[in-house]
């Protein structure tokens, strides 16, 4: 058995623990709007929730948090067509909780207002890009009315999906550490 208060046996454990630090957060979760809940902005700031999904970088796993009054407020995804027309009708998803999640789970466009009769007329909406895993885009950047697809789509409420194991660089660090748990095992019981 290994002696645990020894240096070598803290330099090791030491250094695995340095290197479990390097994996990294893949998923986040943004209130939307940040310090403001969701609502209709305000005469000084009638631009919020465009300004807020221009200051972001959105991808798959991430998740967008909607506080509102629930009995005041609720929040429905739609088609960029309903989103420029404010038509209210047939959302793709409906959220009313007033602590609305929805979760990022395909790359694209993404469409949200208040689903009160006048509040998407007042800009309470919300356009975002979603990039795929790798950092790249699905849709080309213009934000303008040609670049909006006609298709609707599908809802995509649900659970966070597990980060993209594929990637060598997501891989590297969980690789590195568990070599070097073998390492540290292997010195401390003395074979190395």
Partial sequence: MANLRSSRFQFLCAFQFLM????RVSCYQYKVGDLNAWGIPTSANPHVYTNWSKNHIFKIGDSLLFLYPPSQDSVIQVTGQSFNACNLTDPILYMNNGNSLF???SPGEFYF???VPGHCEKKQKLQISALS???SSAF???YGPSALPDTSYPTV????PAA???SPSQRAPVFLAAVMGFVSWDLIRGRM
């Fill in 140 to 142: 080309s950047p213009s």
């Fill in 103 to 105: 979760n990022i789970t």
């Fill in 164 to 166: 993209n194991s594929s």
């Fill in 133 to 135: 895993g790798n950092g």
């Fill in 20 to 23: 479990l630090l390097q994996t």
């Fill in 157 to 160: 409420f649900g659970s966070i």
């Fill in 113 to 115: 207002t208040s689903a």
